[in-house]
């Protein structure tokens, strides 16, 4: 892979990384004591408790939003594992067989780790 090559992945994964967060920003929020460091939230607005179908609404909100933060944090530590493979200079290897991973692969994924051949 060259040089130029590296530089557009990692400007991808940056940009991949940024659009993450601000995802993840929308409905959640930081918590380092929770796995991943994300928590759900249901945009701050206040709840009626004494309503029923507005506390079960937020709730089924809140259920909906940590689905999609758990999906969209694996993704974040896929995009982190690749920017530290760019540093670590072991960006673009099968973590399988240890030969480069196709080039076709890394523009429609920029943080995979395996190549077609291994992938599913």
Known sequence: MTKKELERFEAKLIAEKKNLEEELGGIGQRNPNTPGGWE???GGMEVDAADENEVADKMEE??????IISKLDDQ????NM???RIKSGNYGY?????KPI?????????AAKISIKHGH
Do not use: Y
Request: glycine content about 6%; some cysteine; overall charge negative.
């Open 82 to 84: 690749a920017l530290e």
């Open 94 to 98: 099968c973590e399988v067989c240890g």
């Open 40 to 42: 759900a939230t249901t």
């Open 76 to 79: 974040l530590k896929e995009v």
């Open 102 to 110: 196709e080039i076709e692969r890394l523009e429609a994924n920029p």
């Open 62 to 67: 809140l259920e909906d939003n940590s689905g």
